[in-house]
């Protein structure tokens, strides 16, 4: 499994510098950096993603950007070309949840015994505005895309990372 650089190599140059211009312009909110920042219980998180796809760009800018806040917040990445290969995993419930699930971006956590999905495609908000406004679905994939929620991306991700296990 790779680490943040390392996952920028899985596309070409084009997509890796659309990655990290994205990632370098997330500024987050000092209340969501002060709850990073607090962490204490170490988190261990599996992400799915190519940097070649639009919709894992803008969700691994903010995971990595709200990761690189506290040492207890543990990323790997895991390529489309990876997702079948056992000897990336740490166990095979891992490897299985990775096969099972086929959607980019997806985050695991695989902090304890069990491998659970908290991020498949699209964020949960996001699935939820479309499901109200069907009609918009391809203008809110569209702002989705161009960073206009990621106040939202923000939101839900810090969520995550802060969920009490």
């Known amino acids: 499994m790779a680490h943040f650089y390392e996952y920028l190599e899985f596309s070409n140059d084009e997509d890796r510098e659309n990655q990290l211009e994205v990632y370098v312009e ?5 209340e969501t950096e002060d709850k990073l920042k607090a962490l204490s219980v170490q988190g261990d998180w599996l992400v799915m993603a190519e940097p070649h796809c639009p919709d894992c760009v803008e969700v691994v800018a903010y995971f990595q950007r709200m990761a690189k806040l506290n040492p207890n917040i543990k990323v790997e990445y895991i390529s489309c070309k990876e ?3 056992e000897k ?8 299985q949840a990775v096969i099972s699930e086929q959607k980019f971006p997806t ?3 695989v902090s304890g015994d069990k491998t659970e999905i908290v991020l498949s495609e699209f964020p949960q908000f996001l699935k939820v505005k479309i499901n109200a406004q069907p009609e918009k679905t391809d203008e809110l994939i569209a702002d989705f895309r161009m960073g206009k929620l990621g106040k939202e991306v923000e939101k ?4 995550v990372l802060t969920k009490v296990k």
């Open 26 to 30: 997330v500024r987050l909110e000092p």
């Open 83 to 85: 997702a079948q290969q």
């Open 88 to 95: 990336k995993f740490n166990n095979d419930e891992q490897l």
């Open 107 to 109: 985050i695991f956590d």
């Open 156 to 159: 839900e991700l810090l969520a």
